[in-house]
């Protein structure tokens, strides 16, 4: 792609497709297929996690045509554990699965994570105590190295972070306070500030707000679809606009 060019890339969260969800956002995808250059899906793609479902979710992405598409896991899609299966079926399907590792496409790279839970600011849980704390501190440790590696693969000067967990706690504001803990971690944020990412991608908190920023500044979107419903008149979908 010769540079000066503008790139259009749409990012949507949370389908929880079922296995009776057959056409239920087959006309937003025919839509994609004219809006943007490249569509990201951050996560919770189908509702239980189960290989029909995602059989279902892949017919209907088809509808894309030929804008790529980039995904990421979410929680949900972990839920029955046969993520390795939604996973192959998917990429089966063209879509490019990412679980710590990057992808570039028109000159834009893309590196993308799960992520975990665990917390923002002070209020993130350290690996201290019981047993059960440190394996989950641990968990949420890997999921931001993961980010870190996908990142750093990264040699185009435009870099985008995908994610289901939120990195921010001001992108899940809206959400019980009680729940915060759950719907993210800040140990994903240092990555994005490390490697300067033109944005970062999230769904997981469907009450939570819909931008915020890093500490260095950078922004971030909560596109879980739910808020991107309220928030659109006709598509509900984030879209960025990027120079290369």
């Given at each position: ?20 969800s057959?056409?239920a ?29 995602a ?27 046969q ?21 570039e ?7 993308g ?17 019981e047993e ?87 922004p ?5 679809l ?7 008149a ?5 879209i ?5």
């Open positions: 792609m010769a540079e000066g060019q503008t790139v259009r890339v749409g990012a949507v969260a949370d389908l929880h497709y079922t296995a009776t057959q056409g956002l087959k006309p937003l995808f025919e839509q994609v297929s004219h809006a943007v250059d490249i569509l990201l899906l951050a996560g919770d793609l189908t509702d239980l996690g189960r290989p029909e479902e059989k279902v979710l892949a017919t209907d992405l088809a509808a894309c045509g030929r804008v790529p598409v980039v995904a990421v896991l979410g929680n949900h899609d972990y839920e029955s554990g993520q390795d299966a939604v996973t192959a079926i998917l990429r089966a399907g063209g879509i490019t699965v990412l679980d710590g590792d990057a992808c496409l028109r000159g834009i790279g893309i590196g994570a799960k992520g975990f839970i665990g917390g923002f600011g002070r209020g993130t849980l350290e690996p201290w105590g059960g704390v440190k394996r989950l501190v641990h968990e949420a440790v890997d999921e931001a190295l993961k980010l870190e590696r996908a990142l750093g693969r990264l040699r185009t000067s435009q870099r985008l972070a995908l994610l289901h967990y939120a990195p921010i706690r001001d992108t899940v504001v809206g959400e019980p306070v009680e729940i915060y803990p759950f719907m993210g971690c800040s140990r994903l944020e240092e990555p994005l500030n490390r490697y300067k990412v033109r944005a970062a991608f999230h769904g997981h908190a469907h009450r939570g707000a819909p931008e915020g920023k890093t500490v260095g500044g950078l971030v979107y909560n596109v879980a739910s808020l991107l419903r309220q928030a659109a006709e598509l509900p979908l984030k960025l606009q990027i120079e290369v």
